[in-house]
């Protein structure tokens, strides 16, 4: 693969693509090796890197590429179809680079002084975890889990409370950047689906921080961050990034699903009943189902495309999404996955005895798709009745301060 960074070129968004798709044959055949070992190979994040696929959103200024958002969601899509697991690193892991990218120019001339083949990966479900404030930084002892690629990683940013803070942000989140080295593994990811990425617990171990390594989640997330000084060429280390952060599942989730799709579409063109001896093609019931879920896919596309370009065209124009665009993009994120997850279901069911074995990349996709949607980022009753609220013109928090003496009232 060309470097075009060291080229001094930007990659279209078309070239990313075919990056991805002509590599994705051998991520579907090293999938089943991907989740027995409940971690990338090797092999296939070098393929990564060798590809730019994970210096999507690293600054130019050390060897990256820069490029904006569409990039990372169409390459994790792709690669999704022959492995979620991929998919997920490529995007949700992946997409770590431009958070830190965000950081301070000291914080990226250290991370990145040997150059941008690295990965980043969050330790952001704070469970035992705590930071304490201390003279010159901040204490890490405890718990947080789901570190997605840890096994790969090279650094890990820390995200959580300081209960202790004489001053903190609102929200009262801060993040601290330290070295994978300094991070024990408990090797707890033994889960249903989506085993690739790794995910598993990490352990802080009276950990110091400097002050000069951590930052504010408002701060670091706001618009204009410290980066955007460093790198601006790039709207991604300037404008709010939540919305960003919050979407970049939408590539492996969608992907994964038109993985399974495919499969069971190959599958079932040569498929004999067994107790029928009649071709499933043949069968009526299984040729109305399978254009149901392709209808539903089709939607998911749309939500996808509708999501992509609202985020894109927002950072073009260097402003913050509007209320309106926030709460519709995550109606819609919900509802990609809602399509996805009852589109592949429905396909699962038809399979029979067949869907049931672990070997079946249907199955194995369907496993990896339900772990996707079990995400809070998707959760529907959440998503839908922010939407509808503000359909409704009602102020949540005003609303639910409103209700509560009633609420608390006896019987």
């Not at 999704?80 to 990226?108: D, E, M, N, Y």
């Not at 930071?131 to 204490?139: A, F, H, S």
């Not at 107790?275 to 749309?302: F, G, H, N």
């Not at 402003?319 to 589109?343: G, K």
Request: aromatic content about 8%; some cysteine.
């Amino acid at each position: 693969m060309p470097d075009t960074a060291a080229a001094g070129m930007s990659p279209t968004l078309d070239e990313i693509k075919y990056r991805a798709e002509g590599l994705v044959a051998g991520w579907r055949e090293r999938a089943p090796e991907t989740e027995a070992n409940r971690m990338l190979p090797d092999e296939t994040v070098e393929e990564l890197y060798d590809a730019e696929l994970l210096q999507l959103f690293a600054p130019k200024r050390y060897g990256g590429l820069s490029l904006d958002w569409p990039a990372i969601v169409h390459a994790s899509r792709i690669a999704a179809r022959g492995c979620a697991s991929t998919g997920w690193l490529i995007s949700v892991v992946g997409g770590h680079i431009a958070i830190v990218s965000r950081l301070p120019k000291h914080c990226q001339d250290e991370i990145f002084k040997d150059g941008v083949r690295k990965i980043i990966t969050t330790a952001s479900a704070q469970t035992t975890g705590t930071i304490v404030k201390e003279k010159g930084g901040y204490r890490l002892n405890g718990v947080w889990r789901f570190g997605s690629g840890i096994d790969h990683a090279d650094y890990v940013m820390v995200t959580g409370s300081c209960d202790n803070h004489t001053s903190p942000p609102d929200p009262n989140v801060f993040r601290a950047t330290v070295p994978r080295d300094a991070v024990e593994v408990d090797d707890t990811w033994h889960v249903a689906g989506m085993r690739g990425t790794g995910s598993k617990d990490l352990r802080f171990e009276n950990i110091f921080v400097a002050d000069e390594w951590v930052v504010t989640s408002p701060g670091c997330f706001g618009m204009h961050p410290p980066g955007a000084d460093v790198n601006p060429e790039a709207y991604l280390f300037d404008v709010p990034f939540m919305p960003y952060f919050t979407n970049w599942m939408i590539g492996p989730l969608l992907g994964c699903a038109e993985g399974a799709f495919e499969s069971y579409v190959v599958a079932t063109k040569k498929k004999v009943g067994a107790m029928t001896k009649i071709t499933v093609a043949d069968q009526p019931t299984v040729q109305e189902r399978l254009s149901e879920s392709s209808a539903e896919l089709d939607c998911a596309r749309m939500m996808f495309d509708s999501i992509t370009d609202i985020l894109h065209g927002a950072g073009l124009e260097r402003r913050a999404l509007t209320p309106e665009e926030n709460v519709m993009i995550n109606r819609n994120r919900a509802y990609l996955a809602r399509l996805c997850t009852n589109s592949i279901y429905r396909l699962v069911r038809v399979m029979g005895a067949t869907g049931i074995f672990n070997t079946n990349p249907v199955q194995r996709h369907w496993r990896d798709l339900s772990v996707m949607a079990s995400q809070v980022g998707v959760n529907w009753d959440q998503n839908m009745m922010a939407y509808g609220r503000h359909l409704l013109g009602l102020d949540y928090e005003k609303a639910k301060a409103d209700r509560a003496p009633s609420e608390n009232k006896p019987g």
